[in-house]
Structures are given as structure tokens and as C-alpha cells.
């Protein structure tokens, strides 16, 4: 038996950078952080109105984020999609 391994209480943020794990995840016009680096764009019709995403990735940790821009979704915004 081993007593719990030092660290495993906090894997809710696996080694995300400090302003990564600082951005507020899928909220409308949440801001994200000076190290993202802007990556491909693509627009996509929905039925509401028009969306558009943006890739980033972060230049300090890795960390791979799309931002979703919508007016008509106030919970459009960053999503984390790999790190
Ligand atoms: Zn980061």
C-alpha cells in the first residue's frame, strides 16, 4: 500500500501555464493571454447567425486553444482542445 503520491490532489489543471489555466473557458469575450499564438481561422453558419473560430496555441506551455466567436452564444468563447 502506498500513501497517496504527492501531486495527485491536483490534476484539474495538468501542468497549464499560469495564464492558461487563467482563462475563463467558455464564456463570451473572456480574454485570453499575451503568449497565445494566433493559428488558423474559420467561419462556420450556424443556424443563428455566423460563428467564427480561431486556433492558438501557447508559446509557453503548448497548450492548444480554439476561441469561438458568436453573438448569439454568450457561452461561445475559449475551449482547450489538446496540451
Ligand atoms: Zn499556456
Redesign the pocket.
Known amino acids: 500500500m502506498t500513501p497517496s503520491s504527492p501531486g495527485a490532489a491536483k490534476r484539474a489543471a495538468p501542468d ?2 499560469e ?2 489555466a487563467g482563462i475563463q473557458q467558455h464564456w463570451r469575450k473572456a480574454p485570453g493571454h499575451a ?1 497565445l499564438v494566433q493559428g488558423t481561422h474559420h467561419r462556420e453558419d450556424r443556424g443563428n447567425g455566423q460563428a467564427s473560430f480561431t486556433r492558438y496555441r ?1 508559446d ?2 503548448g ?1 492548444a486553444w480554439e476561441y469561438e466567436n458568436n453573438k448569439a452564444n454568450q457561452h461561445a468563447g475559449w475551449a482547450l482542445l489538446a496540451h
Open positions: 497549464l501555464c495564464p492558461c503568449e501557447c509557453r506551455c497548450a
